[in-house]
DNA sequence: ATCTTTGCAAACTTTTTGCACCAAT
DNA sequence: ATTGGTGCAAAAAGTTTGCAAAGAT
């Protein structure tokens, strides 16, 4: 356990959300600025092989990190980024009929379910009607 | 409609599956060398805006693309990266509770489901048993 | 003393872009 | 003739790696 590890994993919990390599890179150079965006990844990855975090691919670049005890999936919106969470009991149906038909194990939270968010469907209906 | 856009088109209907950029290349390439991957890329990207392709995530790295009338999702194997597809339908309900409680029009096929397949699943079996 | 981790710079992978030239309508 | 597409090379974006110096046990 060196310094950069404890920086790195104390800015994950302080962060108690999804938070990108960057994201941790900033908050840790504020106490450390000698921490390396390097050391940052493979703190991550060291603490993934622990199996305390797990990073999620919320769309296109890059992916975030959280502990691994968020029993939740993420819905991010393709038109505007937002994003959301949502239980994970809703993908339990999923999970079994996965397991049922193919044996295949879901690792359900390691991609993010894209699509169209409530308000942005809005806007969609408003410019259909006028 | 200009030879290398026809020529990406064809090469996405002979493949009859999903395949990256770089796959297309190489089967363009057969016939016209001097095809370029960007304009690989930038026809794709002209047909996805007509709605004609869909790229999914399969799983780090590249991304794969597909005619947008196959109605399957892809489950990938984190271990091995065997990938299969599965019908859209056993997505249904998800789509629906998604819809139902969260108002979110799902697009499910965005990205892989990952996970871990029937063959890998046995063989951790076999390993912990020994 | 030994083995691991760090900082740094540089490589890597996939995709995108700027630009001058060429092709399609 | 004009608009848009192409080839190329180079940039971007995110992540990984090789290495020598520093740190932990």
């Known amino acids: 356990m060196t310094h950069a590890r404890r920086a ?16 941790l890179l900033n908050i840790v150079q504020i106490d450390s600025p000698e921490i390396h965006l390097s050391t940052v990844y493979r703190t991550l990855d060291a603490l993934e092989n622990l199996g305390v975090v797990d990073h999620v691919h919320l769309g296109h670049g890059r992916a975030v990190y959280h ?7 993420h819905i991010v919106c393709e038109k505007c980024s937002a994003v959301e969470e949502v239980p994970s009991k809703l993908f339990l149906q999923l999970e079994k009929e ?10 359900m939270n390691h991609f993010a379910v894209i699509g ?12 259909r009607d006028s």
Chains 1, 2 share one sequence.
């Open 98 to 107: 996965l397991m049922d038909n193919y044996q295949f194990k879901v690792r």
């Open 8 to 23: 790195v994993l104390q800015a994950l919990v302080a962060a108690r959300a999804h938070v990108t390599a960057e994201d």
């Open 116 to 127: 169209t968010c409530r308000k942005c469907l809005a806007k969609l209906e408003e410019s």
């Open 67 to 73: 502990l691994t005890d968020n029993a939740h999936q």
